[in-house]
């Protein structure tokens, strides 16, 4: 479905990834993991968009979309929930579901999906007027997951949808990512917590300085020596 | 509530001539008024695109020549023999050209500079009104340079009953310049309340998420700088039309930063801090003038304006105003 072949990109003059290439086939979960400044981030951003590759091919489908601009790519189905700060602080918990579905014009289906958003959500229902500012961490996070679906994606990427998030709410949104991916929305994600990433995906790719150090099944990676030495602090 | 307050306040503000017909008065407050729809112009652009315009009297002051040039009429060499003869139109016609050529260069420099942005996109609108301030002073054949445009017609108005009316007094422009910034107000609050406003207030937030949900990050700058541009020549239309002169100075920095002291002790990203921030600052140097000492009366203006933005921060009207965030 996706695919990156020797995609180069950066900030500037500086080089974040140096010729990635890799596959996420259709209904897939799969992860990328790695250190810090690894590129995981800066993949994701190049694939949505916000950056140009440098060099490579990016394609979906088939088709290059590499270099075309973020709208563009959401056009075609590719959500993705950025890192950082995830929502509009000062718009409402509607204005910012409304956001994710800005390029939609099928107003009936909007409004369903909004629907079907709260009651998977109640929590988002309940807090649909209030400024997205003034919610919890947790309910932060599902509304950035509840408007990255609102584009109706086919493939939705995640950037560590986990962080900061205290520990049962981790596992919620571990959840929410497993539910995403069983009504077969391929998921691409980058989590910063490996264990957890590889234990939840189809397949992972591991980064090292801009490039795929190691790919194979999650299991796989799980039991690779240098996996487990250098993220999840050696022998367990 | 807050929408019956604020027309109890233009009703206010329109009643005045009647109970104060005092033309001093009325001429402080209609140059005020000029200003602060430039300064609710300037607030679209500063406090919802989160866009520092140091140059913004550049649209003003090309409101102003637009209007006074196509009121006045001209005849310029345009180059291979060719002159470009415009006759003198009426002063409607020069208020719409104002509002069209200032909101065309607010486009130009939407595009250009909006590539760049934070600190240089600042020294590009200041560049661009002193460019245009040089082109103003040493275009002699079009603008008369510093010789200025005299004897601009005042504005006219079409009024039941009484057909064509050129209005000369004090408070006929007085009204003209607050139903005009009546306009001014509701355009903002309309723009700011559609899509495009959620879209710029989403853009100031966070503008990797803002693109990432499929916003066009230029397309809503540039269209939010139109309007502001737009809003601006109307303003600089009005001023040519109330002074009746128009002069290289109209491109002056000091206007900007009037504007800009206006919008940011008022309330930036607030409907009504332009407002409020222009009656304040727009008045005070004349309100000074008659109970202060000359010497005196920019140093108080100066500390008002610290003394506000240390203990405002936000402005006049967020601190009134206080709502959750």
């Not at chain 2, 240089?120 to 603008?143: D, G, K, P, S």
């Not at chain 2, 355009?187 to 503008?207: H, K, M």
């Not at chain 2, 004349?286 to 202060?292: I, K, N």
Request: glycine share 12%; proline share 5%.
């Amino acid at each position: 479905m996706l695919r990156l072949e020797g995609v180069s990109a950066g900030y500037g003059r500086i080089a974040a990834l140096a010729e990635v290439s890799l596959e996420v086939r259709e209904g897939e979960l799969v992860s990328l993991i790695g250190a810090n400044g690894a590129g995981k981030s800066t993949t994701l951003r190049t694939i949505s968009g916000l950056l140009k590759p440098t060099t490579g091919r990016i394609t979906l489908d088939g088709q290059a979309i590499g270099g075309l601009p973020p709208r563009e790519i959401l056009a075609r189905g590719i959500a993705h929930c950025p890192e950082g700060r995830r929502v509009f602080p000062h718009l409402s918990v509607r204005e910012n579901l409304a956001m994710g579905a800005l390029l939609r014009r099928d107003r009936a289906g909007i409004a369903g999906d909004l629907e079907a958003m709260y009651a998977r959500f109640p929590r988002l229902r309940e807090r649909s007027g209030q400024a997205a500012g003034t919610l919890s961490g947790g309910e932060q996070q599902m509304l950035a997951i509840a408007r990255a679906l609102m584009s109706r994606p086919r493939l939705i990427m995640f950037d560590e949808p986990s962080l900061g998030l205290a520990p049962s709410l981790v596992e919620q949104v571990f959840a929410i990512v497993r539910d995403i991916r069983a009504t077969g929305t391929t998921v691409l994600m980058v989590e910063q917590n490996a264990m957890a990433a590889l234990q939840l995906c189809d397949r992972a790719y591991l980064l090292e300085t801009g490039h795929v150090l190691r790919t194979g099944t999650g299991a796989e990676l799980l039991a690779s020596p240098d996996v487990r030495d250098a993220y999840l602090g050696g022998a367990i | 509530m807050s929408t019956l307050l604020g027309w109890g306040f233009v009703a206010a503000l329109a009643a005045l001539p009647l109970l104060f017909p005092d033309p001093y008065l009325l001429a402080v407050l209609t140059s005020a008024g000029i200003f602060i729809i430039g300064a609710i112009s300037l607030n679209l652009l500063l406090g919802y695109t989160g866009q520092l315009s140091l140059g913004h009297v550049a649209f003003f002051g090309l409101g102003a020549y637009a209007s006074a040039l196509a009121t006045l009429g001209f005849d310029i060499a345009i180059g291979f023999g060719w002159r470009l003869v415009v006759a003198p139109q009426p002063v409607w016609l020069g208020f719409l050209a104002a509002i069209v050529v200032a909101g065309g260069f607010g486009w130009l420099l939407g595009r250009l500079a909006f590539r760049v942005r934070g600190a240089y996109f600042v020294i590009i609108t200041v560049c661009f009104a002193q460019v245009l301030r040089m082109v103003a002073l040493n275009w002699v054949e079009l603008t008369q340079g510093p010789m200025a445009l005299i004897s601009i017609p005042p504005f006219s108005l079409w009024w039941p009953g009484e057909g064509w009316i050129a209005l000369y007094r004090k408070d006929q422009n007085y009204w003209l310049v607050l139903a005009v910034a009546v306009l001014a107000f509701l355009l903002v609050r309309q723009v700011v309340r559609s899509r495009i406003g959620r879209a710029l207030v989403a853009l100031r937030a966070n503008e990797p998420l803002a693109r990432s949900v499929g916003i066009r990050v230029t397309h809503y700058l540039v269209v939010a700088a139109v309007i502001s541009a737009g809003i601006a020549g109307a303003a600089g239309s009005l001023f040519a039309h109330y002074v009746r002169i128009v002069d290289p100075d109209v491109f002056l920095f000091i206007y900007t930063v009037t504007m800009v002291i206006m919008v940011v002790t008022g309330g930036k990203g607030t409907l009504w801090g332009p407002v409020v921030g222009g009656l304040v600052f727009g008045l005070m140097p004349d309100l000074l003038r008659g109970t202060a000492p000359p010497e005196a009366q920019w140093i108080i203006y100066g500390t008002a304006m610290i003394l506000f933005v240390m203990f405002l921060p936000r402005g006049i009207v967020p601190a009134l105003v206080r709502r959750p965030s």
